[in-house]
């Protein structure tokens, strides 16, 4: 019989606090990633894989950051990277019932919060 493995996940709770502006959100989102996948390569979860797949994201947002200069967080790149990539990796990490996010009573607490029960019954 196959064992399911288990994945490497982040610890609940805020990365990113009183700030919604995307030159503040996306180095330390980005730092965030870059600190989970160094956790996850100590781990039993190892995942090559998806190391490669966050260092080539990481790199391009890099790329990205480095041509454009300032202009770069006003500009629709720094809202993709933000939206599209780092949201997407990052809720990579959150562990079951959870999602990476902002905080339901705080928008500009981002983190990795516990799945609200919207109280309807699926079934």
Same mark, same amino acid.
């Given at each position: ?9 982040? &610890?609940?709770?805020?990365?990113? !606090? ?5 030159? !503040? ?14 956790? &996850? ?42 939206? &599209? ?6 809720? &990579? ?9 902002? !905080? ?20």
């Amino acid at each position: 019989m196959k064992r399911e493995a288990k994945r490497f996940t982040a &610890e609940p709770g805020s990365i990113s !606090h009183g700030t919604m502006r995307e030159e !503040h959100l996306i180095p330390c989102f980005m730092d965030a990633l870059d600190d989970l996948k160094e956790a &996850e390569s100590l781990s039993k979860c190892q995942d090559v894989a998806h190391y490669a797949r966050i260092d080539n994201a990481l790199m391009d947002i890099e790329q990205r950051r480095l041509k454009l200069g300032d202009a770069y967080y006003a500009s629709e790149d720094a809202s993709y990277d933000l939206n &599209e990539v780092l949201f997407d990796l990052l809720n &990579e990490y959150a562990p079951d019932g959870h999602y990476f996010g902002s !905080h339901p009573g705080d928008g500009s607490d981002y983190g990795f919060w516990q799945e609200e029960d919207d109280g309807r019954d699926d079934d």
